[in-house]
C-alpha cells in the first residue's frame, strides 16, 4: 500500500507532556498538509508544506505546535504542554502540485489523541 | 473568509432509497470543490473534484453536481455500505481547503 501513512494511530498523553506525531506522504507528493478534526466537525487546517519548505500556517496552530518536513519527505508534528482542548484527530494529507491546477489531497488515517 | 455548509446533518435512508445531500458554499473565486467519504474513525477518502458549474462526475451509485453556489451529491439505491459521513470542501486562492460539517448518511437494509 503506498498510501499516506501516520504514526502512531492512537496517544494518549497527560496534561503538560509534549507529543510527537509523524506522517509519510505518498511518495510522489511534494505537498503535506496537516489538519486537526474533532467530533462532528470537519477537518480544520494547521499547515502545510511544499517540499521542504513550510508555506502557510492558520492561525489556529498556536505557538505550542510545531511542524517540519526536513528533507522534503516525512513530517512530523510536535504539541508541546499539551492541554486537554488539543484532544482531536490530527490528520495528513498530501497532493502534487502541477502548473495551473490544484490537486485532490489523499488523507492517512489520522492518529488520536486523547489527553488527560 | 471561506464557507462551507452542508445540509441535512444527518440522514437515514431504506436501502434502495434515492436521495441528495447539499453542500452550499461562499468562496472569493472557486478553484475546485471536492467531495469526501469519512468512515468512523478513518481519514477522508477522496470521491469527486469539480472545478466549474455545470459540471458532473459519478462513480458507482454516486452523481456530484455543482452550481455556482452549490454541489449536489446524488446518491441512487443505495446500499448499507454507503453508510458514511461526506464531507464537502473547497479550495479558493489559497492553497488549503476549507470543509464542511458533512452529512452523516446511515443506509438501513
Known amino acids: 500500500d503506498t498510501g499516506v501513512s501516520q504514526n502512531p494511530r492512537h496517544k494518549i498523553t497527560k496534561r503538560g507532556q509534549n507529543v510527537t506525531f509523524r506522517c509519510d506522504p505518498i511518495?510522489?507528493?511534494?505537498?503535506l498538509y496537516w489538519y486537526r478534526q474533532t467530533l462532528g466537525q470537519g477537518p480544520e487546517f494547521l499547515t502545510y508544506?511544499?517540499?521542504?519548505?513550510?508555506?502557510?500556517k492558520s492561525r489556529l496552530l498556536s505557538d505550542r505546535f510545531s511542524a517540519e518536513r526536513p528533507k522534503g519527505s516525512f513530517s512530523t508534528l510536535e504539541i508541546q504542554r499539551t492541554e486537554q482542548g488539543d484532544s482531536a484527530m490530527y490528520l495528513c494529507a498530501s497532493s502534487r502540485r502541477l502548473a495551473g491546477a490544484y490537486n485532490e489531497q489523499f488523507f492517512g488515517p489520522g492518529t488520536r489523541l486523547t489527553v488527560l | 473568509e471561506d464557507q462551507v455548509t452542508q445540509s441535512p446533518e444527518a440522514l437515514r435512508l431504506q436501502e434502495g432509497e434515492s436521495s441528495s445531500l447539499n453542500c452550499s458554499y461562499t468562496v472569493s473565486g472557486l478553484r475546485g470543490l471536492f467531495w469526501y467519504r469519512q468512515d468512523p474513525g478513518k481519514g477522508p477518502e477522496f470521491l469527486f473534484t469539480?472545478?466549474?458549474a455545470g459540471e458532473e462526475k459519478e462513480k458507482e451509485r454516486l452523481k456530484a453536481t455543482l452550481t455556482k453556489k452549490e454541489s449536489f451529491l446524488h446518491i441512487t439505491a443505495p446500499k448499507p455500505e454507503d453508510s458514511a459521513t461526506y464531507l464537502c470542501?473547497?479550495?479558493?486562492?489559497?492553497?488549503?481547503?476549507?470543509f464542511g460539517k458533512g452529512t452523516m448518511l446511515l443506509v438501513s437494509p
Open positions: 470542501a473547497v479550495h479558493s486562492g489559497y492553497s488549503t481547503l476549507t
Open positions: 469539480l472545478y466549474s
Open positions: 508544506f511544499q517540499n521542504e519548505a513550510q508555506l502557510e
Open positions: 511518495s510522489e507528493h511534494n505537498r
